[in-house]
């Protein structure tokens, strides 16, 4: 695990963006809460951050970061990302030993920023990481059925749709929905 930790705890830059490892505290959630408070609910109906969708305070903003870390402590990283020094995201993720898979767990960005190809971006710095550094045999993603704007960002990343695990989330409408399950491998790397 100290090897997942010396690779992905660490601060990244990409063409466009920089990756940063932010600590959980009042200053930081007063990045994140700036961003978040602009947002609208409905972009983020697919990927709720809190019960409420998104936080509505600062003092929420900082326990979400908080329980976040402490998800994160045994065999996670939380990345931050800032593009002309603003934050505009993050994206999580987990390393499983046994098996070598990375799980990449709950990405958002500012919907301001979508459709400029960052979520792959970001992406194509993990699977750097993940393969030739970390050697990890396999990432995984996941997403509900009908966001399809991250539906269609994963696919376009060249992951594989391994299956569906069906009514997997309770809907906050009584109803449920589908998570699809995609994985990419070594051996599929750079094809
Ligand atoms: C899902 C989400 C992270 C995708 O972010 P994104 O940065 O727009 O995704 P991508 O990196 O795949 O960008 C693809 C878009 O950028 C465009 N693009 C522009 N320049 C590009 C480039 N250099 N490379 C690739 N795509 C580019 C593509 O044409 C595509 O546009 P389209 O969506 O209009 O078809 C974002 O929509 C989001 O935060 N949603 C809310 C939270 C959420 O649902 N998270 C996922 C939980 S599973």
Redesign the pocket.
């Known amino acids: 695990m100290n090897k997942f930790f010396t690779v992905f705890k660490k601060n990244y830059e990409t063409p466009r963006l920089k990756i940063n490892i932010l600590e959980p505290n009042v200053e930081n959630a007063k990045l994140v809460y700036d961003v978040l408070k602009r947002q609208n609910k409905q972009?983020?109906q697919?990927?709720p951050m809190t019960d409420k969708i998104l936080p509505e305070t600062l003092d929420e903003t900082l326990m979400m970061m908080q329980n976040q870390d402490e998800w994160c402590k045994t065999n996670g990283v939380n990345w931050y990302v800032f593009y002309n020094d603003e934050l505009i995201?993050d994206q999580r993720m987990f390393y499983w030993e046994n098996n070598k898979t990375l799980q990449c767990a709950?990405?958002?960005?500012a919907r301001e920023?979508?459709?400029?190809?960052?979520?792959?971006?970001i992406h194509k710095l993990i699977e750097q990481l993940a393969f030739t550094e970390l050697k990890a045999n396999r990432i995984c993603r996941?997403?509900?059925k009908d966001?399809k704007?991250?539906f269609?960002?994963i696919t376009?990343?060249g992951f594989h749709l391994d299956g569906i695990n069906r009514q997997f989330f309770a809907m906050p409408d009584g109803t449920y929905m589908d998570q699809c399950l995609f994985s990419k491998l070594k051996s599929e790397y750079n094809k």
């Open positions: 972009d983020f697919y990927a995201g709950d990405v958002w960005i920023y979508w459709g400029n190809g960052f979520n792959q971006e996941q997403c509900m966001n704007k991250s269609d960002s376009k990343s």
